[in-house]
């Protein structure tokens, strides 16, 4: 099969499978997506690699489609494009060298500054000229701009973007801005960030990234918990002990000293990534599957959030961290936190939910993990063998399942603790799982703002982490040393126990092999 019909294969397949979240009419007019920052590690390892698996799926037709990348080094087209050609071929792609070709040579290059007009003249100048060339009706064409760029130029970009690139939109046409986290380092400044970009732009306008939004398994829980009918009467404070959402890393820093001490574990992941999958588990049914309705539900949990108590809160920073000649000798910055936060409603009163993310750990994964009560009435004497517990193996290893007490094989009547098991590599043979940044992309140019970040879900989350923040920055509370290749401080697991989580001895999850 030659590359061509290869690629055309999967875009066919693909088109007929695909699912949007809303029922937009279709687009006709030409897409020019920029990449703002495209110099950078994040469009290079990230925004170009999903730009490419959308394109040999499909999703972006060459004859409708151009890519431009803007940033202050200056390069030429072809620089630019062998700078991306090593990040495109990976483990889970197959392609042709020829399709590779292809895509990049959608790819043209502006170079200019990110406060200066002559540059973004220059970039509309260019977008412009494609569209002329596409044969695009004048406020037809639609403009993509990503912006994979620092907070502390968000502003400035948005004012060039508004002032010199905007398009037509009274003929279908559109222009979107994504921006990457972090939004702001509190609610001051997320607040203030969210008015600079909000004077230039509609929320419908703003696209708000949180890729762990777009990951597979955070995906499906909208689709486990309100189309299962066995998990509703279950999914409540009478049932579920306590809830822990977990991020471990086997590394450090690994050269994001700097960068990283600035924010911290709880900036960093708690208070976005690991906020956002918290709502999703405790969200009320919402009306429907739009976009709005989805993310007034989110909002409600956020706003039932109770201030959190210093005594449910284990900070600790992995020795070693210092050494690293970017990061200050007496930093403060956590590199590993658990966080209770509580909800205030009526599903939840009274469960914990234990927000666990660290650095330098002994393992690496992204777990849910939801803990049952005890079974009332034990007559098996099996409560010491552990609890129910419905885990959600975010990464790596995607899975789900259900630990429960079963008979142990044989004669006598004991009970062992096994599962029921759907570890997606075992039951999808064959099926590629999109990355995360392919999924949210793609939402953008559907306009689909369902797996995005709403302003005042932002504004909520800060609200509930802004304090303990403040009193970690002015040094109020102090991170646990604790050793590389651990668990991270003994005070967690004290912690956690102590809110009811029950930790299983003898029993280990083992990903089934194919």
């Given at each position: 099969?030659?590359s061509?019909e290869?690629?055309?294969?999967?875009?066919?397949?693909?088109?007929?499978?695909?699912?949007?979240?809303?029922e937009?009419?279709p687009?006709t007019g030409c897409?020019?997506?920029?990449v703002?920052?495209?110099?950078?590690d994040l469009?290079k390892?990230?925004?170009?690699?999903?730009?490419?698996h959308?394109y040999?799926q499909?999703?972006?037709p060459?004859d409708?489609?151009?890519?431009f990348?803007y940033?202050?080094t200056?390069?030429?087209?072809?620089d630019?494009?062998?700078?991306?050609?090593?990040?495109?071929?990976n483990?889970?792609?197959a392609?042709p060298s020829e399709?590779?070709s292809k895509?990049?040579?959608l790819?043209?290059y502006?170079?200019?500054?990110?406060?200066?007009?002559?540059?973004?003249?220059?970039?509309?100048?260019?977008i412009?000229?494609l569209e002329i060339?596409?044969?695009?009706?004048?406020?037809?064409s639609?403009?993509l701009?990503?912006?994979?760029l620092p907070p502390?130029?968000y502003?400035s970009v948005c004012r060039?973007?508004?002032?010199?690139?905007m398009?037509?939109?009274?003929?279908g046409?559109?222009t979107?801005?994504v921006?990457?986290k972090?939004?702001g380092?509190?609610?001051?400044s997320a607040?203030?960030?969210?008015?600079?970009i909000?004077?230039?732009?509609d929320?419908?306008?703003i696209y708000?990234?949180?890729h762990y939004l777009?990951?597979?398994?955070v995906?499906?829980?909208?689709?486990?918990?309100?189309?299962n009918?066995f998990?509703?009467p279950?999914?409540?404070?009478d049932?579920?002990?306590?809830v822990?959402?977990?991020?471990?890393?086997?590394f450090?820093?690994?050269g994001?000293g700097?960068y990283f001490?600035?924010?911290g574990?709880?900036r960093?992941i708690?208070q976005?990534h690991l906020?956002q999958v918290?709502c999703?588990v405790?969200m009320?049914?919402?009306?429907?599957l739009?976009?709005?309705?989805?993310r007034d539900?989110k909002v409600?949990v956020?706003?039932?959030?109770?201030?959190?108590?210093?005594?449910e809160?284990?900070l600790?920073?992995?020795?070693?961290y210092r050494?690293?000649?970017?990061v200050?000798n007496?930093s403060n910055?956590?590199t590993f936190a658990t966080v209770?936060l509580?909800?205030?409603?009526?599903r939840w009163?009274g469960v914990?939910f234990?927000l666990?993310a660290?650095?330098?750990?002994n393992s690496?994964k992204?777990?849910?993990?939801v803990?049952?009560k005890?079974?009332?009435?034990d007559?098996?004497?099996?409560?010491k063998q552990g609890r129910?517990e419905?885990v959600i193996?975010?990464?790596?290893s995607?899975?789900m399942?259900?630990?429960l007490t079963?008979?142990q094989?044989?004669?006598?009547?004991?009970t062992v603790?096994?599962e029921?098991?759907?570890?997606?590599r075992?039951?999808y043979?064959?099926?590629t799982i999109?990355e995360?940044y392919?999924?949210l992309i793609?939402?953008?140019i559907?306009?689909d703002?369902?797996?995005?970040?709403?302003?005042?879900?932002?504004?909520?989350?800060w609200?509930?982490?802004t304090?303990l923040l403040?009193?970690?920055?002015?040094?109020?509370?102090?991170p646990?040393?604790y050793?590389t290749?651990?668990?991270?401080?003994?005070?967690?697991?004290?912690?956690?126990?102590k809110?009811?989580y029950v930790q299983t001895h003898?029993?280990?999850?083992?990903?089934p092999?194919?």
């Amino acid at each position: 099969m030659g590359s061509g019909e290869w690629c055309l294969q999967k875009r066919d397949s693909l088109r007929s499978d695909s699912f949007s979240g809303n029922e937009n009419v279709p687009e006709t007019g030409c897409l020019s997506i920029i990449v703002l920052g495209a110099s950078g590690d994040l469009a290079k390892k990230k925004t170009f690699p999903a730009l490419f698996h959308l394109y040999c799926q499909g999703f972006l037709p060459p004859d409708e489609v151009h890519i431009f990348g803007y940033a202050r080094t200056k390069i030429s087209d072809d620089d630019l494009r062998n700078r991306i050609r090593g990040y495109l071929v990976n483990d889970r792609s197959a392609s042709p060298s020829e399709e590779v070709s292809k895509f990049l040579q959608l790819i043209k290059y502006v170079s200019g500054s990110y406060d200066g007009a002559e540059g973004f003249q220059l970039l509309d100048k260019e977008i412009t000229k494609l569209e002329i060339s596409k044969s695009s009706q004048e406020g037809s064409s639609r403009r993509l701009f990503y912006l994979a760029l620092p907070p502390s130029v968000y502003p400035s970009v948005c004012r060039m973007i508004r002032k010199y690139c905007m398009n037509k939109s009274d003929l279908g046409g559109w222009t979107r801005i994504v921006v990457e986290k972090p939004f702001g380092k509190d609610l001051d400044s997320a607040e203030q960030l969210s008015s600079q970009i909000g004077e230039l732009f509609d929320e419908p306008q703003i696209y708000r990234i949180d890729h762990y939004l777009g990951k597979e398994l955070v995906q499906n829980l909208l689709v486990l918990r309100f189309a299962n009918r066995f998990f509703l009467p279950l999914w409540n404070r009478d049932n579920i002990d306590n809830v822990q959402i977990v991020f471990r890393e086997d590394f450090g820093t690994e050269g994001r000293g700097g960068y990283f001490d600035e924010y911290g574990i709880i900036r960093d992941i708690i208070q976005n990534h690991l906020l956002q999958v918290l709502c999703l588990v405790a969200m009320e049914k919402p009306v429907s599957l739009k976009p709005e309705h989805i993310r007034d539900e989110k909002v409600k949990v956020l706003q039932s959030v109770l201030p959190i108590k210093d005594e449910e809160v284990v900070l600790g920073q992995y020795e070693g961290y210092r050494d690293d000649p970017t990061v200050p000798n007496h930093s403060n910055t956590p590199t590993f936190a658990t966080v209770i936060l509580r909800i205030h409603n009526e599903r939840w009163e009274g469960v914990p939910f234990i927000l666990k993310a660290g650095k330098a750990l002994n393992s690496r994964k992204a777990e849910i993990r939801v803990q049952f009560k005890d079974v009332p009435g034990d007559i098996f004497k099996c409560q010491k063998q552990g609890r129910n517990e419905f885990v959600i193996r975010l990464q790596p290893s995607e899975a789900m399942y259900m630990k429960l007490t079963v008979k142990q094989p044989g004669l006598e009547m004991s009970t062992v603790q096994s599962e029921l098991d759907l570890s997606y590599r075992q039951r999808y043979q064959g099926v590629t799982i999109p990355e995360a940044y392919e999924r949210l992309i793609l939402d953008t140019i559907r306009g689909d703002q369902q797996h995005f970040v709403r302003r005042d879900e932002l504004k909520a989350a800060w609200e509930i982490f802004t304090p303990l923040l403040h009193r970690i920055d002015n040094g109020e509370m102090k991170p646990i040393p604790y050793r590389t290749g651990s668990r991270g401080p003994a005070e967690a697991d004290e912690l956690s126990a102590k809110a009811g989580y029950v930790q299983t001895h003898g029993y280990i999850w083992i990903p089934p092999t194919l």
